[in-house]
């Protein structure tokens, strides 16, 4: 069943604010993944991490690695309208590396 | 390079009908997936590849066959559908080492 839990499950924030969102699971991570998806189209991925405690930046994107393994976060600053869409966190199981699960989904509308 | 291509982009089925639903990727990658994605319950892995001739059970196969022949395809087989199974399905790739899988633009099916 779904091992990954992401908060919140919807947003509706201003053009320009910063946007936080978060991913936590019972179970240790070695690596987190965060895609977007834009409407009618697949996953992108946009940051990987795969320490713990690591923070990764891709431009106004910054993501972090929670040191218990157990969580990830991800950041968008100054929003703007295309980064309207759904975010998903999501990561390889351990005991199966080949086997990708992937929370429930962050939604994200901007009003501009 | 095309990335992953799924065809057909829409797809409705009566209850009990087969049909397949063809994935190819011209990367070169060693594994494939496909997921299929449901409102709210982000993207469940449905079986998976890690090579031609070689594949295994994600979290939801029931009602689903795959097969592995060649490198570049692998075609999702729905022996008898049903309305269950009506869903949004993506097909991924991704290169060994490298957990980021590439996800193609995903096939909408509505079995009635």
């Known amino acids: 069943g779904q091992q990954l839990n992401q908060s919140p499950q919807s947003m509706f924030i201003q053009e320009g604010e910063d946007v936080s969102m978060n991913c936590t699971s019972s179970?240790?991570?070695?690596?987190w993944l965060w895609y977007k998806q834009d409407p009618g189209e697949g996953p992108v991925l946009l940051i990987a991490?795969?320490?713990?405690?690591e923070l990764t930046s891709n431009g106004r994107l910054t993501a972090q690695f929670g040191i218990t393994r157990k969580d990830s976060f991800l950041n968008i600053s100054a929003s703007i309208p295309s980064d309207v869409g759904i975010y998903f966190c999501?990561?390889?199981?351990?005991?199966?590396?080949?086997?990708?699960?992937f929370g429930q989904g962050t939604r994200l509308t901007i009003n501009p | 390079n095309a990335g992953v291509t799924q065809t057909p982009k829409f797809q409705v089925l009566k209850t009990g009908q087969s049909m397949t639903l063809q994935c190819a990727q011209d990367?070169?990658?060693?594994?494939m997936s496909w997921y299929r994605q449901d409102p709210g319950m982000g993207l469940r892995l449905i079986h998976y590849?890690?090579?031609?001739?070689?594949?295994d059970q994600g979290e939801v196969p029931n009602g689903y066959n795959v097969s592995r022949s060649t490198t570049e395809d692998f075609p999702l087989r729905l022996l008898s559908a049903a309305p269950s199974q009506t869903s949004v399905y993506f097909c991924?790739?991704?290169?060994?080492?490298?957990?980021?899988?590439?996800f193609g633009s995903g096939t909408r099916l509505t079995v009635v």
């Open positions: 991490l795969y320490k713990a405690g």
């Open positions: 590849s890690v090579g031609a001739g070689i594949t």
């Open positions: 991924a790739s991704r290169r060994r080492g490298n957990y980021g899988y590439t």
């Open positions: 990367m070169n990658h060693e594994y």
């Open positions: 999501a990561g390889p199981l351990i005991q199966g590396a080949q086997k990708l699960v």
């Open positions: 179970s240790i991570f070695n690596t």
